[in-house]
């Protein structure tokens, strides 16, 4: 039905692939006494992210506890130990690490499932009309997303607070009982934890959505409208196409966002939360300082890697790059 | 002449009209009614949200005045102001520089270090305070000094995702740079260091402060970095709201008013900023994720 739209954007594509290898490379000589502003660098890096990444492995596999931790470096070997005790959930875990994982990986899956079409729904309500009302909606839009995260947990928190919160309040109004103790304990709890989280984190998906949409030529609508197409051909053939690989960036970050979210939980069950809302990060933190085994702790995060092992990897696929490298060759 | 009377949509509008205020609204109401219920409870006197009531009796605007002592949030605010400003300054001049280097430059390791720049922003946050918390105890007590409870504790752990995050915006910024500028200069026999301070720094100054910005606000809503290493004199606002929020859960009447009227405050000025500048962040992440 379109094939017009559907050949603009592709060429539009292939333009915009061509001019950005044109671009001419810069590779002086004269440039190189830049690299040492690379030093301070490389070494704030090596100690902030490098060395306690490697410390942190270490530490793993010893027997690192409130006593021995003031001298960790002759703290006592552990060798599996605390492996052990993270994927059995021995050694005072609630949950074993695998369990926290699995239930970790879930929770963020759902979480961006959930929030992918309400995000691209909500930048197409928006994408291209400029007024003053959309100026306002998409301000609003953005305010769950820009909101810290500790106000978002506490004011979710008080919402569903039994009895007293604003859905206990409205169910009571509407008719259908009053008391909903399972949200914030028990059974309902992880539902809890999808639903608000997807609360805020749409708007990470709808900004990148918007983005992509914006980069549309409004021709290729044109050309569509001309050709007859539907809203739904319009999507698939336009839309879609434009937004294939921002997508898949957004999802993956946001899936990341989601399995390291640590102050939601946390802040929106308390401090001892129900185990089907312990999540990686929360395991770990309790295994350090509710447990104070901090080799423990360090076992589960490891453990926990498991879980973004994947996102991680076609995240830095897909953004990394050396670009000047490409442009050479 | 039906077509002709009724207004013609833009082609552009890929949903019909029905839909789009059908999801518009929908999508508002999620938003607002939780917004509005956090207002509507700041100006509630505590008695009545504990017992459940959703128009107050009177409008009650004390909690704003009670907040800033019995919370911590005044304290809370400068200290997280400090901590989250040093670190993003420290990462906008160290991460800046490399993130144009890194742009710029080839040399060995080049991509290695790039991707490894995207995976230290996507690794939890306490695979590295653990290991640093672990190394800040035992300089306590091998030095007998005070390190954990201090502003530069937090600093060092907020860089582990700062700079990174910094490096990695300000070096795709460039990246979708001309070179034209830098070529004048030194076909005019410009020095390295020349090009860097008078040509690139004018040029890329606004992507660093934003990205600064971005690490500032990171550090901001941060609860658990600030939870393992504040002490007393360095809580941040989330952490002081986060345990005046444990306090008051345990009491008869807990101060859930003041800590609405507290949440508010502390968030406003964050929202603010990034309602502001999120399309430069946004125009960070895409044009790194859109290449190629």
């Avoid at chain 1, 453990?303 to 490298?325: D, E, M, N, S």
């Avoid at chain 2, 026999?189 to 860097?196: D, K, R």
């Amino acid at each position: 039905m379109v094939p017009t739209a559907v050949v603009q954007a592709r060429s539009q594509r292939r333009a915009a692939r061509r001019s950005k290898k044109r671009r001419p490379s810069l590779y002086y000589r004269d440039l190189r006494p830049l690299l040492y502003l690379l030093l301070p660098f490389v070494i704030l890096l090596l100690i902030v992210d490098i060395a306690p990444l490697v410390l942190g492995v270490i530490s793993s596999l010893l027997r690192l506890n409130i006593k021995t931790l003031k001298s960790w470096t002759s703290a006592p070997f552990a060798a599996g130990t605390n492996y052990h005790n993270a994927v059995a959930g021995h050694g005072g875990l609630t949950l074993s690490g695998l369990e926290a994982t699995w239930q970790t990986v879930e929770f963020a899956v759902l979480a961006t499932v959930i929030a992918l079409p309400i995000g691209v729904l909500a930048a197409l309500t928006v994408s291209h009309r400029r007024s003053r009302a959309t100026t306002v909606v998409r301000a609003i839009y953005i305010l769950p997303v820009a909101m810290p995260l500790f106000s978002t947990a506490f004011v979710w928190r008080m919402i569903l607070f039994p009895h007293s919160g604003l859905f206990d309040q409205l169910r009571g109004h509407l008719g259908f009982g009053k008391s909903s103790n399972h949200l914030l304990i028990g059974g309902h709890s992880f539902a809890t934890l999808v639903v608000v989280d997807v609360w805020f984190a749409w708007g990470f998906i709808y900004l990148f959505a918007l983005a992509g949409m914006q980069a549309i030529g409004h021709e290729l609508y044109e050309a569509a409208e001309i050709d007859g197409a539907r809203a739904w051909q319009k999507f698939r053939y336009i839309v879609a196409p434009a937004l294939g690989r921002l997508m898949v960036v957004a999802v993956v970050l946001s899936t990341l966002n989601h399995y390291n979210n640590f102050t939601l939980p946390y802040v929106l069950f308390g401090a001892s939360p129900p185990s089907s809302v312990i999540t990686v990060p929360v395991a770990t933190y309790l295994a350090g300082f509710s447990l104070f085994n901090f080799g423990l702790a360090d076992a589960v995060a490891v453990v926990g890697l498991v879980g973004i092992v994947v996102p991680l990897l076609i995240y830095v696929w897909l953004a990394g790059g050396t670009r000047i490298k490409e442009q050479r060759g | 002449m039906m077509t002709l009377s009724r207004r013609r949509q833009d082609p552009a509008e890929v949903l019909g009209p029905v839909t789009r205020t059908i999801v518009m609204a929908v999508l508002l109401l999620a938003i607002l009614i939780p917004l509005l219920y956090m207002v509507d409870m700041s100006l509630t006197p505590d008695t009545e949200v504990s017992s459940g009531v959703l128009i107050p009796s009177h409008l009650d605007i004390a909690h704003y005045a009670t907040m800033w002592k019995g919370t911590g949030l005044l304290t809370g605010i400068e200290h997280s102001a400090l901590i989250c400003g040093i670190t993003s300054i420290l990462a906008m001049i160290v991460g800046g520089t490399a993130g144009y280097v890194v742009a710029r430059l080839p040399f060995r390791g080049r991509g290695i270090l790039l991707n490894s720049l995207l995976g230290f922003q996507a690794v939890p946050v306490l695979m590295t305070v653990l290991p640093l918390f672990m190394v800040m105890v035992s300089i306590q007590n091998a030095l007998r000094l005070v390190v954990i409870g201090t502003y530069w504790s937090v600093v060092i752990a907020y860089l582990t995702f700062s700079l990174p995050l910094v490096t990695w915006l300000v070096k795709s910024y460039i990246d979708n740079l001309a070179t034209d500028l830098e070529d004048a200069a030194r076909l005019d026999g410009a020095g390295a260091l020349t090009i860097l301070w008078r040509v690139v720094l004018p040029v890329a100054a606004p992507a660093a402060v934003v990205a600064a910005v971005f690490a500032f606000l990171t550090g901001w809503g941060d609860l658990v970095v600030a939870t393992v290493l504040t002490g007393p004199s360095s809580d941040t606002v989330a952490v002081a709201l986060n345990s005046f929020l444990q306090v008051q859960e345990g009491g008869a009447v807990p101060a859930y008013g003041t800590l609405m009227a507290a949440s508010i405050i502390s968030a406003l000025p964050v929202v603010f900023v990034f309602v502001a500048l999120q399309r430069y962040f946004i125009s960070g992440l895409v044009g790194s994720a859109a290449k190629g």
